[in-house]
Nanobody, 124 residues
Framework: VQLQASGGGLVQAGGSLSLTCAAS????????VHWYRQAPGKQRDLVAT???????NYVDAVRGRFIISRDDTKSTVTLQMNSLKPDDTAVYYC???????????????????WGQGTLVTVSS
């Protein structure tokens, strides 16, 4: 299973960007999907989460400005980022948990994978 993150770029403070995480490969279902970000010289931090059923959660720093959503027909998860601030500058990564049916074992198997990251730069 591979994840492709896209949509990053340069935007002025107050602007908006929409990031997309597209899953491909062999899987039967995407479960929980997360967006993380890593600013220069800092650790990678969780930003937003969407569950298999569409329940969402955000860190305080982005709550009310970012919206995470999913389209299971396209195997994509989108992070809509509004009212961007210079502090939002970072490489954004998506991380997905997925399951696949193992027909030989007659049971699902589970895995997790990361996208390659997309750079978001917010100028003041």
């Amino acid at each position: 299973v591979q994840l492709q993150a896209s949509g990053g770029g340069l935007v002025q403070a107050g602007g908006s960007l929409s990031l997309t995480c597209a899953a491909s490969g062999r899987f039967d279902r995407l479960n929980e999907v997360h967006w993380y970000r890593q600013a220069p010289g800092k650790q990678r931090d969780l930003v937003a989460t969407i569950s298999r059923y569409g329940a969402t959660n955000y860190v305080d720093a982005v709550r009310g400005r970012f919206i995470i959503s999913r389209d299971d027909t396209k195997s994509t998860v989108t992070l809509q980022m509004n009212s961007l601030k210079p502090d939002d500058t970072a490489v954004y990564y998506c991380n997905a948990y997925y399951e696949s049916m193992d027909h030989k074992l007659s049971r699902p198997t589970f895995g997790s994978t990361w996208g390659q990251g997309t750079l978001v730069t917010v100028s003041s």
